[in-house]
């Protein structure tokens, strides 16, 4: 009987040790990384009126749960209590870690002090992305403490852990080296698509681009970064209170990038509901800054919205759209992670350790997959701009077969005309050069008439040269060559000619140049000499200046009595009203005239 009474008891006991909950947590110098919240109690304080011994008097309700989730509840204030117990001989330091950056009024109480933290109250001397509390033990003392949690704006979600210090600095390390790595490979490749949109202009890119800022600064705000290194008090509060316009940037890249990347145009009835969809987003957005008309559980009028673009992606890809299913399988990712971090913000479920960083994890691997998909993108751009460019070019070449026939036919019908336009302007200078000679074998002064022959004759054996070459490079030395033949059968005095050319003018330069040289050489000709005599001709080019040499070692000439012959008022029109040069005359005892213009 005696041997079931005490196992009776013990069995009484044990069930005594299973259903009362023990007080506190015993904690030794090697205790850490222990959640907090499932030995605590919790206390909700609907208005957020009570004082911290206004709440002693309360009964605290028992917790389970390593991490609660209130959702949006601006009135509300989580109380939560613990009791920690040094069971050593030693005096113990600990930190307890909140472990949410964006909750914005903490209050943390113990019998000596108490402390003001959270996101709208970080102190200067914090170095940790979450807030943390330093507690002190002395030997085999028992503390009971209390933390007060309250946001206006942001979702309130309380997880506490007790780490030593050495622990929690590895621990905070680890965590900011995993955000570091997310950032970087989030802004390498917001520089990499940047730089293809720059270079191909497609819009997909740019929306793409401001998706991925959205995201680097939706995140940095998230996760605390923002406000623990980059924003003042201040802009902190001012930021939280109108983070529904961050959250709307997002979603309306999202869209933007969805329609332009599925060329959702041809399928109207979606592609109207994302239309539609950029417009209330906004609206409801401002609406909700500051709690102004809805609180931010207006969040949950998003999840359809969420739907609606994963829908739009699979309805894509059932029509054929190659792109559409590297999006499908990377916005699958991104909207599972929204819709679980939604409903965890919303309070309807709770977070646990397996979707702590799923936010991070689907946005990078979605940042792959839609880089992955953009370059597939200019792949298959590629390709059709090949197609194109091939048909393009097999239209081009059908275009010039029959502009090329088209023209040959034309050329050849201007080739008949041109010969008979060449035909009929020789056969015109010719009957002209005939007139002329009729003339002088009647005319009892005949010097002026070949002095018009020979200006006659020295265009038209240009024009003749011109015909021959088919081309508008004519040797320059050959041309004064042969004005010089034909001036030169027309005396019998024993001339020597003497050529000195080192440049090839152009046609226009030659014609004038040729003019010049039949009325200088002519003169040369009838009045430097008796018998015989030199004639030096020089031409070259120095610079920018053509210098045009003729001379004569004769007799030279009066320039008073001659200023005024025809032939040197011709080369003086020619040189400065045509060549725009200059030019100069030597006559004594020899004839030198030196013209120089700029080419």
Same mark, same amino acid.
């Given at each position: 009987?005696?041997?079931?009474?005490?196992?009776?008891?013990?069995?009484?006991?044990?069930?005594?040790?299973?259903?009362?909950?023990?007080?506190?947590?015993?904690?030794?110098?090697?205790?850490?990384?222990?959640?907090?919240?499932?030995?605590?109690?919790?206390?909700?304080?609907?208005?957020?009126?009570?004082?911290?011994?206004?709440?002693?008097?309360?009964?605290?309700?028992?917790?389970?749960?390593?991490?609660?989730?209130?959702?949006?509840?601006?009135?509300?204030?989580?109380?939560?209590?613990?009791?920690?117990?040094?069971?050593?001989?030693?005096?113990?330091?600990?930190?307890?870690?909140?472990?949410?950056?964006?909750?914005?009024?903490?209050?943390?109480?113990?019998?000596?002090?108490?402390?003001?933290?959270?996101?709208?109250?970080?102190?200067?001397?914090?170095?940790?992305?979450?807030?943390?509390?330093?507690i002190t033990l002395n030997p085999y003392e028992e503390q009971t403490y209390y933390i007060k949690v309250h946001s206006t704006i942001s979702t309130v979600i309380a997880q506490l852990i007790l780490y030593n210090s050495d622990d929690f600095i590895y621990h905070d390390f680890r965590h900011k080296i995993l955000i570091v790595i997310f950032f970087t490979i989030i802004i390498t490749l917001l520089i990499y698509n940047f730089f293809i949109y720059f270079f191909t202009k497609d819009r997909a890119y740019l929306y793409y681009i401001l998706y991925l800022m959205a995201?680097?600064?939706?995140?940095?705000?998230?996760?605390?970064?923002?406000?623990?290194?980059?924003?003042?008090?201040?802009?902190?509060?001012?930021?939280?209170?109108?983070?529904?316009?961050?959250?709307?940037?997002?979603?309306?890249?999202?869209?933007?990038?969805?329609?332009?990347?599925?060329?959702?145009?041809?399928?109207?009835?979606?592609?109207?509901?994302?239309?539609?969809?950029?417009?209330?987003?906004?609206?409801?957005?401002?609406?909700?800054?500051?709690?102004?008309?809805?609180?931010?559980?207006?969040?949950?009028?998003?999840?359809?919205?969420?739907?609606?673009?994963?829908?739009?992606?699979?309805?894509?890809?059932?029509?054929?759209?190659?792109?559409?299913?590297?999006?499908?399988?990377?916005?699958?990712?991104?909207?599972?992670?929204?819709?679980?971090?939604?409903?965890?913000?919303?309070?309807?479920?709770?977070?646990?350790?397996?979707?702590?960083?799923?936010?991070?994890?689907?946005?990078?691997?979605?940042?792959?997959?839609?880089?992955?998909?953009?370059?597939?993108?200019?792949?298959?751009?590629?390709?059709?701009?090949?197609?194109?460019?091939?048909?393009?070019?097999?239209?081009?070449?059908?275009?010039?077969?029959?502009?090329?026939?088209?023209?040959?036919?034309? #050329? !050849?019908?201007? &080739? /008949? $005309? @041109?010969?008979? +336009?060449?035909?009929?302007?020789?056969?015109?200078?010719?009957?002209?050069?005939?007139?002329?000679?009729?003339?002088?074998?009647?005319?009892?002064?005949?010097?002026?008439?070949?002095?018009?022959?020979?200006?006659?004759?020295?265009?038209?054996?240009?024009?003749?040269?011109?015909?021959?070459?088919?081309?508008?490079?004519?040797?320059?030395?050959?041309?004064?060559?042969?004005?010089?033949?034909?001036?030169?059968?027309?005396?019998?005095?024993?001339?020597?000619?003497?050529?000195?050319?080192?440049?090839? #003018? !152009?046609?226009? &330069? /030659? $014609? @004038?140049?040729? +003019?010049?040289?039949?009325?200088?050489?002519?003169?040369?000709?009838?009045?430097?000499?008796?018998?015989?005599?030199?004639?030096?001709?020089?031409?070259?080019?120095?610079?920018?200046?053509?210098?045009?040499?003729?001379?004569?070692?004769?007799?030279?000439?009066?320039?008073?009595?001659?200023?005024?012959?025809?032939?040197?008022?011709?080369?003086?029109?020619?040189?400065?009203?045509?060549?725009?040069?200059?030019?100069?005359?030597?006559?004594?005892?020899?004839?030198?005239?030196?013209?120089?213009?700029?080419?």
């Amino acid at each position: 009987m005696s041997f079931f009474m005490l196992k009776y008891k013990m069995i009484l006991f044990l069930l005594i040790i299973i259903i009362i909950p023990i007080s506190a947590i015993e904690i030794e110098q090697n205790s850490t990384n222990i959640e907090l919240m499932p030995i605590s109690k919790i206390y909700i304080d609907s208005k957020n009126l009570l004082s911290i011994d206004e709440v002693k008097e309360k009964k605290f309700i028992k917790n389970s749960k390593p991490i609660i989730s209130m959702g949006f509840n601006p009135s509300w204030a989580l109380w939560i209590k613990f009791t920690i117990k040094n069971k050593t001989d030693k005096k113990l330091e600990k930190i307890i870690e909140y472990a949410n950056p964006i909750t914005e009024d903490i209050l943390f109480f113990d019998k000596k002090k108490t402390i003001i933290e959270g996101s709208w109250h970080i102190p200067k001397s914090r170095k940790s992305i979450n807030p943390i509390f330093h507690i002190t033990l002395n030997p085999y003392e028992e503390q009971t403490y209390y933390i007060k949690v309250h946001s206006t704006i942001s979702t309130v979600i309380a997880q506490l852990i007790l780490y030593n210090s050495d622990d929690f600095i590895y621990h905070d390390f680890r965590h900011k080296i995993l955000i570091v790595i997310f950032f970087t490979i989030i802004i390498t490749l917001l520089i990499y698509n940047f730089f293809i949109y720059f270079f191909t202009k497609d819009r997909a890119y740019l929306y793409y681009i401001l998706y991925l800022m959205a995201i680097i600064i939706n995140e940095s705000t998230y996760i605390g970064v923002a406000q623990l290194y980059i924003l003042s008090p201040f802009w902190t509060i001012i930021i939280t209170k109108y983070i529904m316009i961050l959250i709307a940037f997002l979603i309306l890249s999202v869209i933007q990038f969805t329609r332009e990347f599925l060329q959702t145009k041809q399928f109207k009835k979606i592609d109207t509901l994302l239309k539609n969809s950029i417009y209330l987003i906004p609206i409801f957005s401002l609406l909700s800054c500051n709690n102004f008309l809805f609180n931010s559980n207006i969040i949950i009028i998003f999840l359809p919205l969420a739907i609606l673009v994963i829908f739009t992606g699979f309805y894509a890809l059932w029509h054929d759209v190659r792109e559409a299913k590297f999006y499908v399988i990377g916005w699958s990712l991104v909207i599972l992670s929204l819709i679980i971090t939604n409903l965890q913000t919303l309070g309807i479920i709770d977070m646990n350790y397996l979707v702590k960083y799923i936010n991070d994890v689907s946005f990078t691997a979605e940042a792959f997959l839609f880089s992955i998909a953009l370059a597939h993108r200019i792949k298959i751009t590629n390709k059709k701009l090949l197609t194109i460019q091939k048909q393009e070019q097999q239209r081009l070449e059908y275009l010039v077969a029959q502009k090329t026939k088209e023209l040959n036919i034309a #050329l !050849e019908k201007r &080739e /008949l $005309l @041109y010969k008979e +336009l060449n035909h009929r302007v020789r056969n015109n200078f010719q009957m002209i050069l005939s007139m002329v000679k009729l003339q002088i074998m009647k005319s009892k002064n005949k010097t002026e008439l070949i002095t018009i022959k020979d200006r006659i004759n020295s265009i038209y054996r240009l024009y003749e040269i011109l015909q021959i070459n088919q081309n508008r490079d004519i040797d320059t030395k050959s041309y004064f060559e042969d004005i010089i033949n034909n001036i030169s059968k027309g005396f019998t005095k024993d001339i020597n000619i003497k050529y000195n050319i080192d440049y090839n #003018l !152009e046609i226009e &330069e /030659l $014609l @004038y140049c040729g +003019l010049i040289l039949n009325e200088l050489v002519t003169n040369s000709f009838k009045y430097a000499f008796d018998k015989k005599g030199d004639i030096y001709i020089y031409l070259y080019k120095k610079d920018n200046g053509v210098y045009f040499t003729i001379y004569d070692n004769g007799k030279g000439f009066s320039r008073d009595k001659n200023s005024n012959s025809l032939g040197l008022l011709i080369v003086d029109t020619l040189v400065t009203k045509q060549l725009l040069g200059d030019w100069k005359i030597e006559s004594k005892n020899h004839t030198k005239i030196e013209i120089t213009w700029i080419n």
